[in-house]
């Protein structure tokens, strides 16, 4: 199988030593009272039923058997890692390697979905990327999920619009979700994407609906509905929204499921530039199997069960695994670092271990393998790794 041969060929790579450096700032790590980080839950979006009935429904594994572009596989190296990675589409037709319009951020796979490793049957990997042109706000697409059937030979992939239903002058429509989408997590039927200084939208699976082409984004004028020529959108199901919090706030930056926690739980962690006086802090939520929902009170509040100030700048992603976190950092544009850290100990770097521009973390226990995509242009890959190699 292709799991087990890329987890052999990772493990016996003859990998270069690592750069290894203790992280001063971690020996100051201070646990915090869990209890000030509270996320109140939304109604599931009422709109969504209207929606279903005026749009044609579509699975998961459709997107999956109408993928339109191939994925390259390419080994890459960094500083004591080599990746057997895959590389976006770099045609002459679409160029996802290198444009400047989109940039990746998210990953999440279907060992997150499913502790069994696939979603109905497969194994599929799941990446956001956000609009990043300068147009003015109406313009903007917001966020679409590259769908990444790792079946197929090569690894193939369609993009999904992210929307949100909501009522326009009276009627049913959608639009888009204008939002960074620096970290996913996808559980069950259930995605979870972090909205920076919200807390988390989240879409559900069960409810893909192919939609015509055309420019706009919802209804549109002579009828039907069109997603700026995307076939696919998934719909915002619900919220969860910071409800009196601390000052500041939490920076919503990126976040992982971890299913080595009971319950299992949603771990989130705020970027901040070394410039930026913020906290950096590491929060954890737990998060219901039975319904894919944070755990909330009578009163529909989510309430933190474990937060850290952990004085680490520029974390881009973060997971944990029996206790143990790995944090991806980036460099600006040089190599990134992966950082390994217990509570209580001393973190350990490995030094430019990653290619430039390191985003979000998910870990499949089925593998042993953890994925992370990188954001630079020209230089963007799905990388995964074992991350029992590193210090």
């Given at each position: 199988?292709?799991?087990?041969?890329?987890?052999?060929?990772?493990?016996?790579?003859?990998?270069?030593?690592?750069?290894?450096?203790?992280?001063?700032?971690?020996?100051?790590?201070?646990?915090?009272?869990?209890?000030?980080?509270?996320?109140?839950?939304?109604?599931?979006?009422?709109?969504?039923?209207?929606?279903?009935?005026?749009?044609?429904?579509?699975?998961?594994?459709?997107?999956?058997?109408?993928?339109?572009?191939?994925?390259?596989?390419?080994?890459?190296?960094?500083?004591?890692?080599?990746?057997?990675?895959?590389?976006?589409?770099?045609?002459?037709?679409?160029?996802?390697?290198?444009?400047?319009?989109?940039?990746?951020?998210?990953?999440?796979?279907?060992?997150?979905?499913?502790?069994?490793?696939?979603?109905?049957?497969?194994?599929?990997?799941?990446?956001?990327?956000?609009?990043?042109?300068?147009?003015?706000?109406?313009?903007?697409?917001?966020?679409?999920?590259?769908?990444?059937?790792?079946?197929?030979?090569?690894?193939?992939?369609?993009?999904?619009?992210?929307?949100?239903p909501y009522l326009n002058a009276g009627t049913a429509d959608f639009r888009a979700v204008n939002v960074h989408a620096g970290g996913i997590a996808w559980y069950g039927n259930s995605l979870y994407i972090?909205?920076?200084?919200?807390?988390?939208?989240?879409?559900?699976?069960?409810?893909?609906?192919?939609?015509?082409?055309?420019?706009?984004?919802?209804?549109?004028?002579?009828?039907?509905?069109?997603?700026?020529?995307?076939?696919?959108?998934?719909?915002?199901?619900?919220?969860?929204?910071?409800?009196?919090?601390?000052?500041?706030?939490?920076?919503?930056?990126?976040?992982?499921?971890?299913?080595?926690?009971?319950?299992?739980?949603?771990?989130?962690?705020?970027?901040?530039?070394?410039?930026?006086?913020?906290?950096?802090?590491?929060?954890?939520?737990?998060?219901?199997?039975?319904?894919?929902?944070?755990?909330?009170?009578?009163?529909?509040?989510?309430?933190?069960?474990?937060?850290?100030?952990?004085?680490?700048?520029?974390?881009?992603?973060?997971?944990?695994?029996?206790g143990k976190f790995y944090i991806s950092r980036s460099n600006g544009r040089s190599n990134g670092d992966f950082i390994s850290w217990v509570p209580g100990s001393t973190a350990k770097i490995a030094a430019?271990?990653?290619p430039e521009g390191p985003e979000d973390l998910s870990y499949d226990k089925t593998t042993g393998l953890m994925y992370t995509v990188t954001e630079a242009v020209n230089g963007r890959y799905i990388l995964?790794?074992?991350?029992?190699?590193?210090?």
């Open positions: 199988m292709f799991y087990q041969s890329l987890l052999q060929s990772l493990l016996f790579s003859p990998f270069l030593p690592f750069l290894l450096l203790s992280s001063p700032a971690v020996t100051t790590a201070e646990k915090l009272d869990e209890a000030a980080f509270k996320l109140k839950e939304s109604g599931y979006n009422s709109h969504i039923a209207t929606l279903s009935q005026l749009l044609p429904g579509a699975s998961v594994l459709d997107v999956l058997a109408a993928t339109n572009h191939d994925m390259v596989a390419e080994e890459v190296h960094a500083v004591g890692m080599s990746y057997k990675a895959t590389r976006w589409e770099n045609s002459a037709s679409f160029n996802d390697f290198g444009t400047t319009s989109w940039y990746p951020q998210g990953v999440s796979t279907s060992a997150d979905a499913y502790d069994v490793g696939t979603y109905e049957g497969k194994r599929v990997t799941l990446v956001s990327w956000y609009d990043n042109r300068d147009v003015p706000a109406a313009e903007n697409k917001g966020v679409r999920i590259a769908f990444v059937d790792r079946d197929k030979s090569p690894d193939a992939y369609r993009y999904v619009l992210l929307v949100e972090v909205d920076t200084n919200k807390g988390f939208r989240v879409f559900d699976l069960t409810q893909i609906w192919k939609v015509e082409t055309g420019d706009g984004i919802g209804r549109k004028s002579s009828g039907g509905f069109s997603a700026a020529n995307y076939a696919y959108v998934l719909p915002q199901s619900r919220t969860y929204t910071q409800t009196n919090p601390p000052t500041p706030s939490v920076r919503f930056s990126f976040v992982s499921l971890d299913r080595t926690t009971t319950p299992d739980s949603l771990l989130v962690g705020e970027y901040q530039p070394a410039s930026d006086t913020g906290p950096r802090r590491f929060i954890r939520w737990s998060i219901d199997y039975t319904n894919r929902q944070l755990i909330t009170d009578s009163a529909g509040v989510a309430t933190a069960t474990w937060a850290y100030e952990v004085n680490i700048d520029r974390m881009q992603g973060v997971n944990s695994v029996n430019n271990a990653v995964p790794f074992d991350p029992k190699i590193l210090p």
